[in-house]
């Protein structure tokens, strides 16, 4: 097994760093294998925002439901879906892209491309030893986070992404078995070998949180997952998306 393979399979979030900021040179390596990321038609529709300020840090943490490592970190980024640039390519070549970047196909492209680059940035940054931790809670309030950001149109938060030396390491959380997320030629249908291996997981995860918690917990994949699903969330998701330009046809 090579380095990256370990790294990959080592992964797991943390929520704890050390009061340590990134160097430039971290933050420029990191930003750099980002931008190596597979990218749909050399379109590179994302934009990278890094967050040093630490009053707006402090914003970010209380817009993403007053979690604290937003703004304790080594760094703190906001990866964004960005058609804004494709906007003022045609108006530099005098060609009408208009319909094109408000599809919904190029919304998905971008928020494609913009996860396919983080997802580079962590593995650049779990392999120098460093802790990351995905921040889907800036949807929270993402209206007020684009402010936030002066966001221009065509572009929308997704997600932020918080980096730095651990201060300690955190349990790896189980995944959902191979043979339930892979499938060869065909989606396999068959419900109750799925139904089974979802019972399966299930007891693995109960045993993971009961051993963590010291037995204060041991609730069940399924059970989570559908009690998070029961309440919806982050509604005005449309609303927003289209208001920035994104996504009308």
């Known amino acids: 097994m090579n380095d990256t393979i370990e790294t990959l399979l080592n992964h797991r979030s943390i929520r704890k760093f050390k009061d340590k900021s990134l160097s430039q040179k971290q933050i420029k390596t990191i930003i750099e294998a980002a931008q190596m990321a597979s990218t749909s038609s050399y379109i590179q529709a994302y934009s990278i925002i890094g967050i040093k300020d630490a009053t707006k840090k402090e914003r970010l943490a209380e817009l993403a439901g007053n979690q604290n490592y937003v703004a304790k970190n080594g760094h703190f980024f906001v990866f964004c879906a960005d058609l804004y640039r494709h906007k003022l390519a045609g108006e530099l070549e005098h060609i009408d892209v208009k319909q094109s970047i408000e599809s919904t196909e190029k919304f998905l492209v971008s928020v494609i491309d913009a996860s396919l680059a983080a997802q580079n940035a962590v593995i650049a940054a779990e392999s120098m030893d460093l802790g990351i931790c995905y921040i889907g809670g800036l949807r929270n309030e993402i209206e007020k986070v684009g ?22 390491a955190s349990n790896k959380k189980p995944r959902l078995p191979l043979e339930h997320v892979y499938h060869e030629d065909t989606y396999n249908k068959d419900k109750q070998e799925y139904l089974a291996q979802l019972e399966a997981f299930n007891e693995t995860v109960s045993a993971y949180y009961e051993l963590r918690t010291g037995g204060k917990r041991n609730d069940r994949w399924t059970e989570q997952i559908a009690n998070m699903l029961a309440v919806p969330k982050r509604m005005q998701m449309k609303a927003y998306i289209e208001s920035t330009g994104l996504k009308k046809t």
């Open 147 to 168: 402010q936030l950001l002066n966001l221009p149109p065509y572009v929308i938060p997704l997600f932020g992404l918080a980096v730095g030396v651990p201060e300690n």
